[in-house]
Every structure is written in structure tokens, then in C-alpha cells.
């Protein structure tokens, strides 16, 4: 899921006349892509987070926290790609994600809760109010990989039975821990 919301991420930075270079695999950075303004040498440092949901919570390494939130820049911005499980069953790509651009110089350290000493978590509630949610229409190379996974997710949960039982599995755990932004009320297909 990383992989798709970093091609998003370079394929709506491109799209908006900017060069984007992925740092997702080397770590140490705390961000995913570097966006850069072709005509100017305006940086923008993206962390990029995708999830499996319609309401998700994000989490944080300590790494990416300290970069993006307490070193506070309109540099620096949080991607959210939230796939909807539902509609990645189908057939209709363009409707099985929305894609949110939070400015990180709007988010306060009090946002974040600690989860343990390596990993911060940012609730739906607190990220939503500060962003925009932005529509994307897929090039056909994207497609590619929502089938895959499309695919690994049915090797997961094969049928629909297996799913609910996730579902509901995850929907307690959430319940346990107070975590209302986790518990959607999507059906389940």
C-alpha cells in the first residue's frame, strides 16, 4: 500500500508542475518524497501514510514525528491516501481512494498521542479539520498496482465471511482502546 501512495504522491506533485523524488526507502529522511518547484527551489518534504479505511488514525515514527511536527515549516506536509476496502473490491479504481494534504505547520504536538517510545499517533479527528481532500483520476500504471493490492487483500480474506470477522475483530480492539476514529460504518462486501 506504501508503494501506490508514493506514486500517487509523485504523480499529483508532477501533475502540478514539480519534480518529485522518492526517499521512502531510505530512512533517517522522516519524509517519503522531496517535491521541488521546477521554476523556483520551493522544497516540499511529504511524509506520505496510506490505510486500509475510511477513518483511520495515522501513526508516526518517532523519526517523522520530530521531523515534520516539533521542526514546524509550511515546507513540510502529511499525505493521507485512505482506501475505502469496499470500493477496492470493485471495479471503478478512481472511487476506491480519497487523497488528503494536511499542512503540518497547522498541527499542534498536542494532536499526537504517544503510543510507545518510538511511534506518535495522530487522530482522525485532529488531522481531517486542517486538510483538503484533493480528487485524482488514475493513469493506467496506478491501476496496475491497486489490482495487486486488490489481490493480496482477497489472499488475506477470501471470502466475505473472513472479512466481517476482521472487521468486527478490529472494530472491538477499537472499541477496547476508546478509538472512535477507527470504527467505521461501511458495509461490508
Given at each position: 500500500?506504501?508503494?501506490?501512495?508514493?506514486?500517487?504522491?509523485?504523480?499529483?506533485?508532477?501533475?502540478?508542475?514539480?519534480?518529485?523524488?522518492?526517499?521512502?526507502?531510505?530512512?533517517?529522511?522522516?519524509?517519503?518524497?522531496?517535491?521541488?518547484?521546477?521554476?523556483?527551489?520551493?522544497?516540499?518534504?511529504?511524509?506520505?501514510?496510506?490505510?486500509?479505511?475510511?477513518?483511520?488514525?495515522?501513526?508516526?515514527?518517532?523519526?517523522?514525528?520530530?521531523?515534520?511536527?516539533?521542526?514546524?515549516?509550511?515546507?513540510?506536509?502529511?499525505?493521507?491516501?485512505?482506501?475505502?476496502?469496499?470500493?477496492?473490491?470493485?471495479?471503478?479504481?478512481?472511487?476506491?481512494?480519497?487523497?488528503?494534504?494536511?499542512?503540518?505547520?497547522?498541527?499542534?504536538?498536542?494532536?499526537?498521542?504517544?503510543?510507545?517510545?518510538?511511534?506518535?499517533?495522530?487522530?482522525?479527528?485532529?488531522?481531517?479539520?486542517?486538510?483538503?481532500?484533493?480528487?485524482?483520476?488514475?493513469?493506467?500504471?496506478?491501476?496496475?498496482?491497486l489490482h495487486h493490492i486488490r489481490d493480496e487483500y482477497m489472499k488475506l480474506f477470501p471470502d466475505r465471511v473472513s472479512r466481517v470477522l476482521w472487521y468486527f475483530n478490529?472494530?472491538?480492539?477499537?472499541?477496547?482502546?476508546?478509538?472512535?476514529?477507527?470504527?467505521?460504518?461501511?458495509?461490508?462486501?
Open positions: 500500500m506504501e508503494r501506490f501512495g508514493v506514486a500517487l504522491t509523485k504523480y499529483y506533485e508532477e501533475y502540478h508542475s514539480r519534480q518529485a523524488l522518492d526517499y521512502s526507502r531510505n530512512t533517517g529522511y522522516g519524509y517519503d518524497v522531496l517535491s521541488t518547484q521546477k521554476d523556483s527551489k520551493e522544497n516540499r518534504y511529504i511524509e506520505v501514510k496510506t490505510c486500509l479505511g475510511v477513518k483511520r488514525s495515522i501513526q508516526l515514527t518517532l523519526n517523522e514525528y520530530s521531523f515534520l511536527v516539533k521542526e514546524r515549516s509550511p515546507e513540510k506536509w502529511l499525505y493521507i491516501i485512505l482506501l475505502d476496502r469496499i470500493d477496492l473490491l470493485g471495479r471503478n479504481f478512481d472511487e476506491c481512494f480519497s487523497f488528503f494534504r494536511v499542512p503540518c505547520s497547522q498541527l499542534q504536538v498536542s494532536c499526537f498521542e504517544r503510543v510507545n517510545p518510538s511511534r506518535r499517533t495522530l487522530r482522525y479527528n485532529s488531522w481531517r479539520p486542517l486538510s483538503n481532500r484533493y480528487r485524482v483520476s488514475l493513469p493506467n500504471e496506478m491501476g496496475v498496482v478490529h472494530r472491538k480492539e477499537a472499541l477496547n482502546k476508546g478509538d472512535n476514529s477507527m470504527i467505521s460504518n461501511a458495509n461490508i462486501s
